[in-house]
């Protein structure tokens, strides 16, 4: 099956500092998706991506959909505490969302 | 707008037995989704409901079934429990037009614990 290579699995920083997180596959992806989980919460979707290229925002956070269609980043500035959870990425193929790949996450824990 | 949600959110349990949770979509969304999220394996997928078909599976055994009803709720049900069935079990829900399905949008799950 295919695989999401995200990386790094955890992270612990000060408050404040920026952040860096990214997923790369050997397949390409038509759809790079990122999502948070807080504790004994379901994912909440950050920021969808769905053009080579594309880069968005959504506050603090910016992602970028990799030329390649093969990768994708997370960045997230000026860190918060509340910015502790786990950001997953999820790349699709197709329009279909059981062909959905997700990566294995990220932890984030920041210090305040 | 009320977004996923689910029922029970906490469930224990003994090994052998039958488990059913439940799921109601956000309004409008007709397709349903459930992942099992285990410690350490991430999001898999189980199963997807649209239009009160089920449309696909994943690599689970049989025991793990479903449907959806005419309201677009869905349930799962977990036959013959194993100790490894223990996980947070993620129902999400999204539009799908013209084969093309929009992002998927995740209750806060259903804990099960088999024991």
């Known amino acids: 099956g295919q695989q999401l290579n995200q990386s790094p699995q955890s992270m612990f920083i000060q408050e404040g500092e920026d952040v860096s997180m990214n997923c790369t596959s050997s397949?390409?992806?038509?759809?790079w998706l990122w999502y948070k989980q807080d504790p004994g919460e379901g994912p909440v979707l950050l920021i969808a991506l769905y053009k080579a290229g594309e880069l968005t925002s959504n506050g603090r956070l910016t992602a970028q959909f990799g030329i390649t269609r093969k990768d994708s980043f997370l960045n997230i500035s000026a860190s918060i505490p509340s910015d502790v959870g786990i950001y997953f990425c999820a790349g699709q193929k197709g329009g279909s969302n059981y062909k959905l790949t997700f990566g294995k996450g990220t932890l984030l824990t920041v210090n305040p | 707008e009320a977004g996923v949600t689910q029922s029970p959110t906490h469930l224990i349990k003994t090994r052998g037995q039958q488990v059913t949770l439940r799921c109601s979509p956000i309004s409008g969304h007709t397709s349903v989704y459930w992942y099992q999220q285990a410690l350490g394996l991430g999001l898999q997928f189980l199963l997807w409901y649209d239009e009160g078909e089920e449309r696909n599976r994943g690599n689970f055994p049989p025991r793990f079934s479903g449907r959806q009803f005419p309201n677009y709720s869905s349930e799962l049900n977990v036959n013959a429990l194993e100790l490894e069935d223990s996980a947070l079990y993620l129902c999400a829900s999204s539009l799908t037009l013209g084969g093309y399905n929009s992002p998927l949008h995740f209750g806060n799950g259903t804990r099960l614990t088999v024991t």
């Open positions: 397949s390409i992806f038509n759809t």
